[in-house]
């Protein structure tokens, strides 16, 4: 049985990537291995708790002695990186804990991965020559577009958070160890997730709250920020597809091709909410309030996803529409 670390895994994507995997590949013993921050929510993991080929663990990957004892006790042969501070209002207000784990947490996992695998630059220890490093980035490494064009693979890094500059130096590290040691490892960079298992400080979880708790429903600026939203399925598909047939070295970015601005976000989901849940009196929509804009809010972000879909066949399956309503309808069922 081949053991696969996953980083991350009781977070938003990690939580919605885990059960997925284990379910598709009961051939590979899962590694969890979580800080279980305020971000991280083992209940969204119960349906894995009974799995034979997984297991969790909590614990910083920040910590070496800690990592480099998962890889010997489980002789780990792959590693899916999805753990990283990921709020960019957070990163603007600490951002610290932001180099530390996203910048110095990366180059842990990397740098014991390496000597699990490898015996010196591009000599691979025998039984070892397969073992992948995949590592989740964002968009947001990318900076801001304008009213057109879209982010490639080759797009030139311009983060404008301290979010998204950590996240550039992670890119950066897993690059070094492709092009230095010759390391197997691919990288994705992804648009804007949604989907069930959504931290409640994300925008969409933002609004359904705000909408049933009949609060404000807060809009940063004028609403016009654009953001290419991907439902967290396909991505986990997507990442499912890379690691297992990515080209070596490779960046591929996923996206979901559905460009909305955060006003058009709020009203399809007070729209929504309208029909299945309606208020007493008047409208949700009745409840948007704007605020002052976030400190170098970028503009604009949407993915060319083109590499991943002609090289991989990957394409995405749920249109916002039909994602949204399912999305809500797990918030409305209580979870």
């Known amino acids: 049985m081949k053991s696969i670390l996953v980083t991350g895994g009781?977070?938003?994507?990690?939580?919605n990537f885990v059960p997925y995997f284990a379910e598709k590949y009961p051939d590979y013993f899962i590694i969890n291995l979580d800080k279980l921050t305020y971000a991280g929510n083992l209940e969204n993991l119960k349906e894995c708790e009974s799995l034979p080929n997984y297991v969790f663990v909590k614990g910083d990957i920040c910590d070496e002695s800690l990592v480099k004892s998962l890889f010997v006790k489980h002789d780990i042969k792959g590693v899916i990186h999805f753990a990283a501070e990921s709020h960019v209002d957070n990163?603007?207000?600490?951002?610290?804990?932001?180099?530390?784990?996203?910048?110095?947490?990366?180059?842990?996992?990397?740098?014991?991965?390496?000597?699990?695998?490898?015996?010196?630059?591009?000599?691979f220890r025998k039984g070892y020559e397969l073992c992948r490093f995949h590592h989740i980035s964002t968009d947001e490494v990318y900076g801001t577009l304008g009213e057109t064009g879209l982010f490639s693979e080759t797009t030139a890094y311009a983060p404008n958070s301290p979010y998204s500059a950590s996240k550039a130096g992670s890119d950066?590290?897993?690059r070094a160890y492709h092009h230095t040691y010759g390391m197997d490892i691919t990288t994705s960079n992804c648009s804007n997730n949604y989907g069930p298992k959504q931290h409640s400080e994300k925008l969409i979880p933002t609004i359904i709250r705000k909408c049933l708790g009949e609060e404000p429903i807060p809009v940063y600026g004028n609403g016009k920020n654009v953001r290419d939203w991907l439902y967290v399925l396909d991505h986990c598909k997507a990442i499912d597809l890379i690691f297992h047939q990515g080209k070596s070295g490779e960046t591929y970015n996923v996206g979901g091709h559905n460009e909305r601005n955060n006003l058009q976000i709020v009203n399809t989901?007070?729209?929504?909410?309208?029909?299945?849940?309606?208020?007493?009196?008047g409208f949700y929509t009745d409840l948007i309030n704007f605020v002052p804009d976030r400190p170098g809010h970028d503009l604009r972000y949407a993915i060319d996803a083109k590499k991943l879909e002609r090289e991989l066949g990957w394409k995405a399956k749920e249109r916002f529409e039909t994602g949204i309503v399912k999305t809500i309808m797990w918030y409305l069922a209580g979870n």
Request: charged letters at 20%.
């Open 10 to 15: 009781a977070g938003f994507i990690g939580s």
């Open 91 to 123: 990163s603007i207000n600490g951002p610290k804990a932001f180099i530390k784990t996203n910048v110095m947490g990366t180059f842990n996992l990397i740098e014991n991965a390496r000597q699990h695998w490898m015996t010196a630059p591009h000599q």
């Open 172 to 174: 950066f590290i897993v």
């Open 269 to 281: 989901v007070c729209r929504i909410l309208d029909q299945k849940k309606p208020r007493k009196k």
